[in-house]
């Protein structure tokens, strides 16, 4: 009960950021917030949370489960050090001459090829081939409770990093398990056993230095081994069965085929000839990198074998008086430490580390750039990289307002109109959202900026409104309406609606003056208007003013805001004033007074116990 009371004080203590967040996650690609249903299947569609096979798309496969133990089992990660100059691919690649550092590059690239080979890994959740031993040895010789909920956490986080490889379970936690259906990569639920396999394993070693039963110890001992021993029988098998070819191998191939054409002048089209060699290329190198696949597998089980073996003998040594406590101590953590580092420094290694100023060079902007840069209304308009991987591209945010770039948590009405608009090149939607430059590549590969003169603007006044009952037509009008004249408005924002707008030549709308959290126009007009914003809706913080009275303003083209405007010269106003940051500070502040008291009358306490 009392760490229950403790865990709520901690809790408010965080209300400042944590209200925030969770009323803006509502309204995101992890809340579940898109009511859109074209093209969508109703099964994968969590309940308040990510599309499920968007959810489980980083999933171990269940055999990968064993990287825990061999770190190389599934060739490691894409880009760090497993293979070296006496690879077999590097020598393919030598023969084709190819520079060495490039090979190495690309065999270390396409060295993993697990359950997530269709992306990318940084590495294995490997947790120690001695801290492993040491987990099947308590499993045999902890008598403690403990041992049962380390053993059920680890099993339930390994059930939930299998993800895709076990849908039906993971489908059930996603709609079930409170939060879950947030998460995107399944493959980070091995934090869990990361933190309980060494539990395990120093309850096992403590137990062991207490013992006074060494018969009973010898014997759990022996167990363990053969329990060991049976998994290395089967990943043996694995060794000798696998096919070391993952999901994402039929692309490598193809770029080794499209890499062997690029030796075709432009425009003209390959031989019969050229086309067979590029593919027997191709496949050369695929089975060169399988076959350092292999080897990384193989060299890896035996390393762990070899580790294992030793910390065999330590406990053995221990248990039949040949050592003491503290030798065993220092021998188990040094072998440990060596295991644990050894595999580190293939991710993290003195050749990863770079000086400020070649980081700062990543980011000297183009020619492109300077162009955009040199605008002098540079701050008040947005710019769309025209490249394939322009949802994770960031260099274009570095420099300007970008219309694309990576966020975990989009807000899921732009993410609706990346999926059904931006990727399909609607230029409407892109002058609406005030596109003025769109970065692309010329003849040459060269990126250029080109002028967008068809942009809105910030803001603009509209000849008619169109209105739709569902959100799919919402989206689909926006294919078909000419959105500088006539503004896409969804039935239940109809009342707002006072009056339809007239048409009044000298009416306008301006930007005056731009913030971060305000942002204030100038209107003026003859008659009503309806005046689109380009600013995206966000009706938990953003509030709108006319003349400092407080207006109502609604999502309009799906994804902006838009309102009535009365006749007359207006200012108008929107602030960004979220209730729940003064609600969240409010409870933070009082539950820190509540801390500060429960600490001072456990003090008083303490000396009154005391005299």
């Given at each position: ?101 490039n090979a190495l590059g690309a065999v270390n690239g396409y060295s993993y090829w697990g359950g997530m080979s269709s992306e990318s890994t940084s ?364 503004v896409v408005i969804s039935d239940k924002f109809k009342s707002l609606v006072k009056e339809m707008p007239v048409y009044d030549s000298a009416a ?104």
């Amino acid at each position: 009960m009392l760490g229950l009371v403790a865990g709520l004080i901690g809790l408010a203590v965080c209300a400042a950021t944590v209200l925030p967040t969770y009323e803006y996650a509502k309204e995101t690609m992890r809340g579940g917030a898109s009511q859109l249903t074209l093209g969508k299947d109703s099964l994968n569609k969590t309940k308040g949370g990510l599309d499920k096979d968007y959810a489980l798309q980083y999933s171990f496969s269940k055999m990968e489960t064993f990287t825990v133990m061999v770190p190389g089992l599934f060739g490691g990660s894409n880009g760090g050090n497993e293979h070296g100059s006496s690879s077999k691919m590097v020598e393919k690649f030598a023969e084709m001459g190819v520079p060495e550092e490039n090979a190495l590059g690309a065999v270390n690239g396409y060295s993993y090829w697990g359950g997530m080979s269709s992306e990318s890994t940084s590495g294995p959740a490997y947790l120690g081939a001695v801290i492993c031993f040491l987990f099947i040895f308590g499993l045999f010789y902890v008598k403690s409770w403990h041992k049962w909920w380390i053993i059920a956490a680890s099993i339930f986080a390994i059930l939930l990093a299998w993800g895709s490889s076990l849908k039906g379970f993971n489908y059930f936690m996603l709609d079930h398990l409170p939060f879950y259906g947030k998460f995107r990569a399944p493959s980070m639920a091995m934090v869990i056993p990361q933190l309980c396999f060494p539990l395990l394993a120093v309850l096992a070693v403590s137990k062991l230095t207490n013992e006074t039963d060494w018969a009973l110890a010898w014997k759990k001992l022996r167990m363990s081994v053969i329990a060991t021993g049976v998994i290395a029988v089967i990943l043996a098998g694995f060794y000798f069965m696998a096919d070391y070819t993952g999901k994402g191998d039929a692309d490598i191939r193809d770029n080794f085929k499209m890499s062997f054409m690029g030796q075709v002048p432009p425009g003209q089209q390959p031989s019969q000839q050229v086309l067979q060699q590029a593919d027997e290329g191709a496949k050369t190198l695929m089975k060169a990198l399988r076959e350092d696949r292999k080897s990384e597998t193989g060299a890896d089980l035996l390393r762990t074998l070899l580790l294992i073996a030793i910390a065999v003998t330590l406990v053995g040594l221990f248990i039949k008086k040949r050592i003491n406590a503290l030798v065993l101590s220092i021998g188990l953590t040094v072998l440990s430490g060596y295991d644990l580092l050894a595999v580190d420094y293939r991710y993290l290694y003195f050749d990863k580390y770079r000086d400020a100023d070649e980081v700062e060079g990543n980011f000297a902007p183009t020619a492109a750039d300077q162009t955009i840069l040199a605008d002098p209304d540079h701050a008040n308009f947005r710019v769309f990289n025209q490249s394939p991987n322009y949802r994770a591209e960031a260099l274009t945010s570095y420099h300007h307002n970008s219309i694309g770039g990576y966020s975990p948590a989009k807000l899921s009405l732009f993410q609706d109109i990346m999926d059904h608009q931006i990727d399909k090149g609607n230029i409407q939607v892109l002058n609406m959202l005030n596109t003025k430059y769109i970065i692309m590549q010329d003849q040459t590969g060269r990126s250029v900026a080109r002028l967008n003169p068809e942009a809105f603007g910030n803001c603009w006044l509209v000849k008619g409104i169109k209105f739709v009952a569902t959100p799919n037509e919402e989206m689909l009008a926006l294919d078909s309406t000419n959105l500088k004249d006539t503004v896409v408005i969804s039935d239940k924002f109809k009342s707002l609606v006072k009056e339809m707008p007239v048409y009044d030549s000298a009416a306008f709308i301006k930007v005056n003056k731009r913030e971060n959290d305000k942002i204030t126009y100038d209107f003026s007009a003859a008659q009503p208007q309806f005046a689109v914003l380009s600013e995206i809706y966000y009706s938990a913080g953003w509030k709108a003013f006319i003349d400092g009275q407080k207006a109502d303003y609604m999502k309009v083209d799906y994804v902006l805001r838009g309102l009535y405007v009365p006749a007359g010269k207006h200012a108008i106003e929107f602030r960004f004033e979220p209730s729940t940051v003064d609600t969240g500070r409010t409870i933070t502040i009082w539950s820190s007074i509540l801390i500060y008291l429960l600490l001072v009358l456990s003090v008083v306490f303490y000396f009154r116990k005391k005299t």
